[in-house]
């Protein structure tokens, strides 16, 4: 038998102070970033338009933003590779083909040797952007509300549900965080990456939950700290193997997958740590955390 | 024992099903573009098959929006909206695309779906024309000729900005008409404009058929059309008592011909001449036939993916998945070796189920819809690993092995299901989403999970049920 982690008997509990202040940090970082640069909200919930373009002859970025100018639209410019270029113009725009027509008699006119093919266009109208932002939002509010109540009914306390999804609410934050940092878009895919994170976090909770309902039946009187120290022990093994299995497949998406899911696989690449992470030292502590508070009152 | 023979019975019949469910996809996607292009032009397409997603395949989303204020105050919104459905897949049917899914989406929206076309101008001028067509009368109060002469004297069109008349020339229009631009003529003429009444007699919505025909004098194309028994009868009597005026053909608030009524025109039928190019024409007769709108729509969501972009994201996106996958089962089968073989076989079963399942409800497969089925193996790897992890500690225990496969199973069943439950509430709320990527991705989660529950709970423990009825001594994990 091949075992990956022998036996352990670390004491995640007594550490717990430690993993609360590198949480501390991290989101404080991430809530710098978000309110210094901000969340960089993509087409789909401000509206907007969206043109990738690939030229057929070498293109330099300068020279795209200048042909451009010259006709006095902005956009952001995104370089991919193999010379194609992103362009995007965000905001309430109500006519559907118009940015797209203007940036592309644009380029025909100030580039007119370097023909270009059509390779993806976003038009999203305002209505849809607020619509699609609301739902996102909804969608959010909805699972972790049913996240709650599902644990608490399952568990016969509403601590344990509340734990998991403030476990599952770090990572979250912590994953925008570092979209934010990174300069990365938060689009509906996106949306969709992080309620996986969500949902995967809090499923790891609960295998440490379920065992620690189980060791709670075998040992009544172990007191909490112990008694939770040894369920994160016992469960380790799997919580690290499962974990880093799906670590291995996010990686992979994320450096071969390319362009249209990039965003997508950091996002679930990063989640996935912090998740693995939060299950052991945020989730089960908070448990214990709150549980000490109480009695001591 | 028998029971397990029932256990066994299932799962091979269940495997026999989804390879008979899977049948007509293969057979479907094995045949030639050309083949297939023909067949879906006579609709054959075989309804319960896997779709490919327009970011896998190239093509255009769009979502309309109908105008609710213009709307007929009498006309209920949930039938106005059917009527909008019908009449736009009318219109994209006639233009010669295949398969267009049209649907409802949320009070007052269309989303529409043209695969495998990424230049869509023609498309959306087709769904975008209101395509009113108004019958009125030419005004022939004396108070036209000043009002027609003030708008030749501007320098500009009369018209505001938001459409308005402009005052000067508001202020002269005779009561009850209105002012309307006729179609353009011939190049550098200058726009001429009508005077109508503001009484539409009838609408296009008495209209039964409109074809080209060729005038036979001048050999130029025109609209001949056919009214329903209803509007034949109203047009009859209205052009019996207006002989010698003058009626306008108005579509879409543009006067299009405005010929003189020589006589009662009996049997509902008619014709409109314009300086229409047969393409034109033919458009028109397109517009008419497929009837008005209940109110104009407007696109207010517009997705294109070309063709190449397509090809090259499926074959990128696929072989990571496809990497990533392979490094798993060969993990699995290192780190747990009989044991990982076994969940090795339940996560083939899971892709075999999985793509029935979605064959059967035709669903469409979308980027984010790999990475949804991605992470539901994810999740029946997890459920595995739950199992197996289980089985050492019980192993370790020096249990005899008839007893550790129940004992894992039992105790590992309820952090599965409650992890599994709590993932699917996460992917439940994104159904909401209706179309487009997260549906995709939030239907293949939904699905995936349901079925590595069954695949990595069930299957695999009737596949150690059966290894037990040799009775072994020794557990290989």
């Known amino acids: ?297 | 024992m028998d029971k397990l023979h029932w256990k066994i019975g299932f799962t091979l019949g269940l495997l026999i099903i989804s390879f008979w469910l899977l049948y007509p996809g293969i057979e479907w996607y094995t045949k030639t573009p050309d083949e297939r292009g023909k067949m879906e032009a006579m609709r054959m397409r075989p309804k319960h098959i896997l779709n490919l997603g327009l970011d896998l395949k190239g093509g255009t989303h769009m979502l309309l929006e109908l105008d609710v204020e213009k709307l007929d105050k009498k006309e209920k919104l949930g039938d106005a909206m059917a009527r909008a459905i019908e009449i736009i897949r009318n219109r994209i049917d006639q233009y010669g695309v295949g398969e267009t899914p049209i649907s409802r989406q949320g009070e007052r929206w269309i989303s529409v779906d043209l695969p495998g076309i990424s230049d869509t101008a023609e498309a959306e001028n087709l769904i975008g024309k209101t395509a009113l067509l108004e019958f009125r009368l030419v005004s022939d109060s004396k108070e036209v000729q000043p009002v027609l002469s003030r708008v030749d004297a501007l320098s500009g069109p009369p018209f505001q900005k938001d459409g308005s008349l402009l005052p000067e020339i508001a202020k002269l229009m005779p009561k009850g008409t209105g002012l309307f631009k006729a179609a353009p003529g011939p190049e550098g003429e200058r726009a001429r404009y009508y005077v109508l009444e503001n009484t539409v007699p009838l609408t296009g919505a008495s209209l039964e058929n409109a074809r080209v025909e060729t005038d036979q004098q001048f050999g130029t194309p025109t609209i001949g059309f056919t009214l329903n028994k209803e509007g034949g009868k109203i047009f009859e009597d209205f052009t019996g008592a207006n002989v010698n005026r003058l009626l306008a053909i108005v579509l879409d608030g543009v006067v299009h011909s405005a010929p003189v009524i020589k006589n009662r025109i009996p049997g509902g039928s008619g014709i409109i001449e314009g300086p229409y190019s047969m393409e034109e024409a033919r458009n028109l007769a397109i517009i008419l036939r497929a009837g008005a709108l209940p109110a104009p729509v407007t696109i207010i969501e517009k997705r294109v993916v070309g063709p190449g972009l397509g090809e090259d994201s499926i074959k990128k996106g696929l072989s990571a998945a496809g990497i990533g996958f392979m490094l798993v089962v060969a993990f699995m089968l290192v780190y747990y070796r009989a044991g990982g073989f076994v969940a090795d076989i339940a996560l083939a079963l899971n892709f075999v189920f999985l793509a029935a399942c979605m064959s059967y409800f035709g669903a469409t497969l979308t980027l984010p819809g790999i990475a949804g089925i991605i992470l539901s193996l994810a999740m029946a790897i997890d459920a595995n690993v739950l199992i197996l992890e289980r089985m050492r500690e019980e192993y370790s225990l020096s249990k005899p092995v008839a007893m550790i496969i129940p004992t894992a199973y039992n105790k590992a069943w309820s952090a599965i299901l409650d992890s599994n439950v709590t993932t699917w509430i996460a992917a439940i709320f994104l159904f909401q989403f209706g179309s487009g990527p997260v549906k995709g991705f939030a239907v293949t989660l939904t699905i995936g999970l349901m079925i590595g529950m069954f695949t990595s709970v069930f299957v695999t423990r009737v596949i150690y049920e059966f290894w037990l009825t040799s009775n072994p001594k020794e557990l290989s994990i």
């Open chain 1, 1 to 297: 038998m091949i075992v990956l982690i022998k036996k352990t008997n670390i004491d995640f509990i007594k550490k717990r102070l430690v993993f609360f202040s590198i949480s501390a940090v991290l989101i404080g970082a991430g809530a710098v970033s978000i309110a210094v640069k901000g969340v960089n909200l993509g087409l789909d919930f401000t509206g907007g338009t969206m043109l990738q373009l690939q030229f057929a002859k070498p293109v330099a970025t300068g020279e795209v933003r200048a042909a451009l100018t010259k006709s006095g639209i902005e956009t952001t410019i995104q370089s991919l590779d193999r010379n194609a270029y992103q362009l995007k113009v965000k905001g309430a725009q109500e006519k559907v083909n118009e940015i797209s027509n203007k940036i592309m008699s644009a380029l025909n006119a100030n580039m007119p040797d370097n023909k270009f093919t059509e390779e993806k266009r976003d038009y999203v109208g305002p209505v849809v952007g607020r619509d699609l932002a609301k739902k996102a939002l909804f969608a959010f509010i909805l699972s972790f509300f049913g996240i709650i109540v599902y644990v608490a009914f399952r568990f016969a306390t509403p601590v344990w549900g509340a734990a998991g999804v403030l476990a599952l609410v770090h990572d979250v934050f912590l994953t925008v965080g570092a979209l934010s940092i990174t300069n990365r878009e938060i689009d509906l895919v996106i949306v969709a990456a992080l309620l996986t994170i969500a949902g995967y976090s809090i499923n790891d909770t609960i295998v440490i939950f379920d065992r620690m309902r189980e060791n709670m039946r075998i040992f009544p009187k172990m007191p909490l700290g112990q008694l939770a120290n040894a369920s994160i022990n016992e469960t380790l093994s799997r919580t690290l193997i499962t974990n880093l299995t799906v670590l291995v497949v996010v990686a992979i998406l994320f450096f071969f997958g390319g362009e249209v899911i990039n965003d997508f696989a950091f996002a679930m690449l990063v989640g996935s740590i912090f998740g693995t992470y939060s299950t052991i030292a945020i989730a089960t502590p908070l448990v214990y955390q709150w549980e000490r508070t109480g009695h001591r009152r």
